[in-house]
């Protein structure tokens, strides 16, 4: 059995409404463990984009999250150095020097490395920023409600069918507490679509799986810990 066979037979159906039998940490250690050096490249360097929650937490002195590519006290120091190896992030500290510029312009961050990510890197991974810089661009117009938008969508992203759903749920819940959920809910089943795309027991349906359990997590605000059951269950596959 290949480890891409055994990977994808080993996760456990992951639903957007339901807390998940496996943790993130939980699927990185077996990743870890079964990915090629070549793919546990590519899904390090996927995870930078959740480094950018780190350095924002760092700039906003709060707690870090585990979901991300390096250690807290690597990025800590890389940091401080002004070097972390990530391009963007790197070309932020050094056009914004001080903490209060920083802070001001930190919501760039995330836009600048989308950007970048959806142009270059392994072809699934820009399929899926391509389709996070999409969703953002259209929210973002609709957020802007009477004001003027930050920026005019393109022909193509006016006639998609992402801007067709997330107007539907934009304007049947605008003034509901649940439509953040609402969105997400919808774009965890984009991601879903997204991966079914790709050949079966590939790498690119574990990056897919991996997203969604990210954002499943994200949503429930579930504590990072490991999950005694995904581990009862990688002993009954073994067996």
């Known amino acids: 059995m290949s480890d891409q066979v055994f990977l994808t037979i080993f996760l456990p159906s992951l639903s957007f409404n339901s807390p998940p039998e496996l943790s993130f ?5 077996f990743l870890n463990l079964n990915l090629s050096s ?14 950018l929650e ?25 940091l401080i150095d002004g070097n972390t190896g990530i ?26 490395y989308i950007k970048a990510a959806s142009q270059t890197g392994y072809s699934f991974l820009q399929k899926y920023f391509r389709l996070e810089n999409r969703i953002r661009r259209i929210l973002s117009t609709f957020r802007a409600e009477t004001s003027v938008p930050p920026f005019q969508l393109t022909p193509e992203e006016l006639s998609s ?10 304007k049947k819940r605008a003034h509901s507490f649940d ?14 679509r997204l991966g079914e795309q790709a050949l079966p027991f590939s790498f690119d349906r574990i ?25 009862e269950r990688l002993a009954k596959v073994v067996q």
Do not use: C
């Open 25 to 29: 940490e939980d699927l990185r250690f």
């Open 38 to 51: 070549k793919e546990q490249k590519i899904l390090s360097g996927f995870l930078t984009f959740y480094d």
């Open 54 to 78: 780190n350095v924002r937490a760092w700039l906003l002195q709060t707690p870090m999250t585990v979901r991300g590519s390096m250690s807290h006290e690597l990025l800590k120091d890389r």
């Open 87 to 112: 391009r963007v992030v790197d070309s932020f500290l050094k056009t914004y020097s001080t903490q209060e510029d920083r802070l001001l312009y930190l919501p760039t961050l995330s836009k600048l």
């Open 161 to 170: 069918s992402q801007y067709r759903d997330l107007y539907t749920i934009w």
């Open 179 to 192: 439509i953040e959920r609402e969105i997400s809910q919808w774009k965890f089943l984009e991601i879903e």
């Open 207 to 231: 990056l897919s799986y991996l997203i969604r359990l990210l954002l499943v997590e994200s949503r429930l605000g579930m504590k990072e810990h490991t999950h005694i059951k995904s581990l």
